[in-house]
């Protein structure tokens, strides 16, 4: 079984909301789910959860992110706040 982490579409018409999830690379864009791994809106731009342990612990096991979730990790690794040392 081909495992990839790519968006499923939830939300409703004309207002479009994604879920990041694992999932057998056979089944449909929003068929059923190994696991949730966050929550993307586009129109405001913003992964609204994301669990990045999840998704390296799938990774590791040998999925594959598509382009557009490899995208949004970068982005949000760009935008992720660095914690101030005291």
């Known amino acids: 079984m081909a495992v990839k982490i790519r968006l499923s579409r939830i939300g409703k018409k004309n207002r479009p909301f994604w879920r990041v999830v ?3 690379g056979r089944k449909k ?3 059923e789910s190994l ?3 966050g929550t ?3 129109l405001k731009h913003k992964l609204l959860q994301i669990h ?3 998704i390296s612990d799938w990774v590791s096991k040998g999925a594959v992110c598509s382009p557009t ?3 949004l990790l970068k982005t949000y690794a760009a935008e992720k706040p660095v914690a101030a040392k005291k």
């Open 29 to 31: 864009r929003d068929g």
């Open 35 to 37: 696991d949730n791994l």
């Open 52 to 54: 990045t342990d999840r």
């Open 40 to 42: 993307y809106d586009p």
């Open 69 to 71: 979730v490899i995208k």
């Open 22 to 24: 694992a999932v057998d």
